[in-house]
């Protein structure tokens, strides 16, 4: 580390840049001795966190004083060829570690979809409140069949947006309206209806045989 310290800014970003494509190559190692098929559980939570420690790099490379355009280039390149098999699972991986529903990913264009319909649901939702209204969305497979159950159980209505079938825009509004409208209803009823996993109502609380919460 001290002949790191002792080097020129030329050689020490040269470093660093060998750093980053190292980095890149120890998370695909590590991504390829994931144990098959249930790793431990601490395995994943891991190895998200070392791939999202990689995207430092590029910072630290532009903002160090010995940088130039090959020597910012040459080495995000290289790691950036290393990372294609491990940012294919990492998109989807990560995603769901930091909140987002099954079937989101961190690329540019889905988030920005994403967090777009985020708002509009939020905004929905709390015009839907002011109109005196409760409601929730639900989605996939069998989100028709609590329609009756959260009408008759809450007085809630609920809204199937989509079947099996959805995108990002559904997703994300669906998630921005539900977490604004469940809030309201847990204030009126003192129900959570929220799973926050799933982002959709907590399919125990419709098929249980207890009587709803006034």
Known sequence: MQHAIRMSPR???WFLGCLAVLHSAVILAFML???????????????????????FWPVVLLLHTGHSVLRVTIPLL???????PWWRVYRFEAA???????GCTLSPVTLTRFFAAYARGRADARRDIR???LAVEVSGLGAGSLVKP????YGVETRVVAGCVVDDTIMGHERGYNIVSAAEIKRRLGVDIL??????PKYELVTSTQ???K
């Open 11 to 13: 050689n020490q970003h």
């Open 78 to 84: 290289i790691a950036a060829v290393i990372a294609v």
């Open 96 to 102: 769901m570690a930091f909140g987002l529903p099954m």
């Open 33 to 55: 001795a994931r144990p098959w098929p249930v790793p431990p559980t601490w395995f994943d939570p891991l190895w998200i966190g070392i791939a999202t420690l990689w995207f």
């Open 211 to 213: 009587p709803a919460t």
């Open 150 to 153: 959260l009408k008759e159980r």
């Open 131 to 133: 109109a005196g209204r």
């Open 195 to 200: 799973d926050h996993t799933s982002g959709q």
